[in-house]
Nanobody, 133 residues
């Protein structure tokens, strides 16, 4: 069992909204930058967004900028991804990751959150999102 658990996926019509949640299962999200990724069948993984442990730093892929919002509630040890004005091309399995904390380096601020060689402490299996009429 993976230590992060995603929820909130489902079927939504184009233009609709969903809110995904990422929680730790015996794992604390505190002090970790958290990223959201997605992967559609037959396509490469895409880094969607990240939020630093200091929640004022957020980054978004150009494909979702202005439509998706990442946030975190450290009291609940939960990170959210609010998805609005959704499009069919948003259809994918969405999963979250917890980046390894490195002194003096913020993976979100650096803009390299999407890279496959980032060290991770945890990830989830994902939640399926389908955008279709």
């Amino acid at each position: 069992q993976l230590p992060l658990v995603e929820s909130g996926g489902g079927l939504v019509q184009p233009g609709g909204s969903l809110r995904l949640s990422c929680e730790g299962s015996g794992f604390s999200l505190d002090y970790h930058a958290i990223g959201w990724f997605r992967q559609a069948p037959g396509k490469e993984r895409e880094g969607v967004s990240c939020i630093s442990s200091n929640p004022t730093i957020t980054k978004y892929a150009d494909s979702v900028k202005g439509r998706f919002t990442i946030s975190r509630d450290n009291a609940k040890s939960t990170v959210y991804l609010q998805m609005d004005n959704m499009k069919p091309e948003d259809t994918a399995n969405y999963y979250c990751v917890a980046y390894t904390t490195r002194r003096g380096f913020d993976v979100c601020a650096s803009g390299t959150y999407y890279r496959a060689d980032n060290a991770l402490d945890a990830r989830g299996q994902g939640t399926l999102v389908t955008v279709s009429s």
